[in-house]
Protein backbone atom coordinates (compact mmCIF):
# COMPACT_ATOMS: atom_id res chain seq x y z
CA UNK A 1 0.00 0.00 0.00
CA UNK A 2 1.29 3.51 -0.50
CA UNK A 3 0.86 6.37 1.20
CA UNK A 4 -0.01 9.54 0.21
CA UNK A 5 1.41 11.99 2.75
CA UNK A 6 4.85 10.74 2.09
CA UNK A 7 7.64 11.39 -0.56
CA UNK A 8 9.80 8.78 -1.86
CA UNK A 9 12.06 9.56 0.78
CA UNK A 10 9.95 9.17 3.62
CA UNK A 11 9.31 13.29 4.21
CA UNK A 12 5.79 14.21 4.92
CA UNK A 13 3.87 16.62 2.95
CA UNK A 14 0.66 17.86 1.44
CA UNK A 15 -1.03 15.92 -1.27
CA UNK A 16 -1.34 17.56 -4.41
CA UNK A 17 -5.05 17.54 -5.26
CA UNK A 18 -5.20 20.02 -7.58
CA UNK A 19 -5.67 17.45 -10.88
CA UNK A 20 -8.67 15.80 -8.63
CA UNK A 21 -12.34 16.31 -10.08
CA UNK A 22 -14.42 18.49 -8.04
CA UNK A 23 -17.54 16.02 -6.41
CA UNK A 24 -19.67 16.17 -3.86
CA UNK A 25 -18.74 14.77 -0.46
CA UNK A 26 -20.55 14.19 2.58
CA UNK A 27 -19.43 12.68 5.73
CA UNK A 28 -20.85 11.70 9.02
CA UNK A 29 -18.76 10.92 12.26
CA UNK A 30 -20.52 10.17 15.41
CA UNK A 31 -18.84 9.42 19.40
CA UNK A 32 -20.45 9.52 22.93
CA UNK A 33 -19.62 10.00 26.06
CA UNK A 34 -20.98 8.78 28.98
CA UNK A 35 -22.25 10.24 32.70
CA UNK A 36 -23.10 9.78 36.16
CA UNK A 37 -26.90 9.69 36.43
CA UNK A 38 -27.15 13.19 38.07
CA UNK A 39 -25.02 14.69 35.45
CA UNK A 40 -26.99 13.63 32.72
CA UNK A 41 -30.24 14.67 34.41
CA UNK A 42 -28.55 18.24 34.45
CA UNK A 43 -28.23 18.13 31.03
CA UNK A 44 -31.17 16.91 30.07
CA UNK A 45 -33.15 19.52 31.88
CA UNK A 46 -30.60 22.26 30.97
CA UNK A 47 -30.03 22.76 34.54
CA UNK A 48 -26.14 22.45 34.68
CA UNK A 49 -24.53 26.05 36.09
CA UNK A 50 -23.01 27.19 32.75
CA UNK A 51 -25.72 27.16 30.67
CA UNK A 52 -27.37 24.73 27.94
CA UNK A 53 -24.39 22.36 27.11
CA UNK A 54 -25.52 20.93 24.31
CA UNK A 55 -25.92 24.40 22.17
CA UNK A 56 -22.58 25.09 23.39
CA UNK A 57 -21.37 22.17 22.59
CA UNK A 58 -22.98 22.16 18.79
CA UNK A 59 -21.50 25.29 18.01
CA UNK A 60 -17.93 24.21 19.87
CA UNK A 61 -18.31 21.39 17.39
CA UNK A 62 -18.89 23.34 14.21
CA UNK A 63 -15.87 25.27 15.00
CA UNK A 64 -14.18 23.04 15.49
CA UNK A 65 -14.65 21.21 12.41
CA UNK A 66 -14.00 24.67 10.60
CA UNK A 67 -10.66 24.38 12.13
CA UNK A 68 -9.42 20.89 10.95
CA UNK A 69 -7.00 22.26 8.35
CA UNK A 70 -5.28 24.40 11.59
CA UNK A 71 -5.49 20.95 13.69
CA UNK A 72 -4.35 18.31 11.43
CA UNK A 73 -1.37 18.74 9.75
CA UNK A 74 -1.58 17.63 6.19
CA UNK A 75 -5.31 18.41 6.36
CA UNK A 76 -6.33 20.91 3.29
CA UNK A 77 -8.45 23.94 3.40
CA UNK A 78 -11.94 23.11 2.76
CA UNK A 79 -15.00 25.27 1.69
CA UNK A 80 -17.23 23.57 3.95
CA UNK A 81 -20.83 24.34 2.54
CA UNK A 82 -22.47 22.03 5.59
CA UNK A 83 -21.48 21.53 9.02
CA UNK A 84 -24.55 19.70 11.68
CA UNK A 85 -24.19 18.84 15.05
CA UNK A 86 -26.59 16.71 17.03
CA UNK A 87 -26.91 14.74 19.81
CA UNK A 88 -28.96 11.85 20.78
CA UNK A 89 -29.88 11.10 24.43
CA UNK A 90 -29.95 7.66 25.82
CA UNK A 91 -31.14 7.87 29.09
CA UNK A 92 -30.71 3.88 29.69
CA UNK A 93 -27.22 4.33 30.01
CA UNK A 94 -26.85 7.90 30.97
CA UNK A 95 -25.26 8.53 27.46
CA UNK A 96 -25.17 11.38 24.66
CA UNK A 97 -23.93 10.46 21.22
CA UNK A 98 -23.04 13.22 19.04
CA UNK A 99 -23.12 13.32 15.36
CA UNK A 100 -21.61 15.55 12.86
CA UNK A 101 -22.30 16.12 9.21
CA UNK A 102 -19.98 18.25 7.07
CA UNK A 103 -20.31 18.47 3.48
CA UNK A 104 -18.61 20.37 0.55
CA UNK A 105 -18.05 20.41 -3.05
CA UNK A 106 -14.35 19.90 -4.23
CA UNK A 107 -11.21 17.54 -4.51
CA UNK A 108 -11.05 15.83 -0.77
CA UNK A 109 -13.05 14.06 1.62
CA UNK A 110 -14.50 15.68 4.84
CA UNK A 111 -13.90 13.03 7.14
CA UNK A 112 -11.17 14.33 9.29
CA UNK A 113 -13.79 17.67 9.31
CA UNK A 114 -16.59 15.35 10.78
CA UNK A 115 -14.69 13.61 12.88
CA UNK A 116 -13.09 16.51 14.48
CA UNK A 117 -16.40 18.29 15.37
CA UNK A 118 -17.54 14.75 16.79
CA UNK A 119 -14.47 15.00 19.33
CA UNK A 120 -14.55 18.97 20.07
CA UNK A 121 -18.61 18.48 20.74
CA UNK A 122 -18.03 15.60 23.24
CA UNK A 123 -14.71 17.39 24.89
CA UNK A 124 -16.60 20.69 25.31
CA UNK A 125 -19.55 18.73 26.96
CA UNK A 126 -16.50 17.06 29.57
CA UNK A 127 -15.51 20.95 29.99
CA UNK A 128 -19.00 21.85 30.89
CA UNK A 129 -20.19 19.12 33.16
CA UNK A 130 -16.70 18.14 34.75
CA UNK A 131 -17.30 20.30 37.81
CA UNK A 132 -20.25 17.43 38.34
CA UNK A 133 -18.66 14.69 37.07
CA UNK A 134 -15.21 14.14 36.60
CA UNK A 135 -16.03 10.36 35.71
CA UNK A 136 -17.42 11.02 32.48
CA UNK A 137 -15.57 8.59 29.43
CA UNK A 138 -15.64 10.21 26.05
CA UNK A 139 -15.56 7.09 23.12
CA UNK A 140 -16.48 5.28 20.18
CA UNK A 141 -15.81 8.44 17.99
CA UNK A 142 -15.46 6.85 14.49
CA UNK A 143 -16.66 7.37 10.59
CA UNK A 144 -20.41 6.23 10.02
CA UNK A 145 -20.01 7.09 6.47
CA UNK A 146 -19.39 9.30 3.69
CA UNK A 147 -19.86 9.73 -0.18
CA UNK A 148 -18.22 11.69 -2.87
CA UNK A 149 -14.90 11.07 -4.50
CA UNK A 150 -12.32 8.13 -6.22
CA UNK A 151 -13.18 5.89 -3.67
CA UNK A 152 -17.33 6.53 -3.79
CA UNK A 153 -19.75 5.76 -1.01
CA UNK A 154 -18.29 3.88 2.54
CA UNK A 155 -20.66 2.90 5.28
CA UNK A 156 -19.01 1.43 8.75
CA UNK A 157 -20.35 -2.28 8.92
CA UNK A 158 -19.61 -1.19 12.54
CA UNK A 159 -22.31 1.05 11.96
CA UNK A 160 -25.12 -1.68 11.42
CA UNK A 161 -23.60 -3.86 14.42
CA UNK A 162 -24.23 -0.87 16.83
CA UNK A 163 -28.19 0.05 15.52
CA UNK A 164 -28.73 -3.11 15.47
CA UNK A 165 -27.47 -4.16 19.43
CA UNK A 166 -28.82 -1.02 20.38
CA UNK A 167 -32.65 -2.35 19.45
Not at 57 to 63: F, K, L, N
Request: charged share 30%; with cysteine.
Amino acid sequence: MEFTHFDGQGNAWMVDVGQKEDTRREAVARGSIFLSQECFEKVARGSMKKGDVLAVARVAGIMGAKKTWELIPLCHVLNLTKLAVEFEMKEENHEIQAVCTACTTGKTGVEMEALTGVSVALLTIYDMCKAVDKSMEIGAVYLEKKTGGKSGEFVNPRSSERERSER
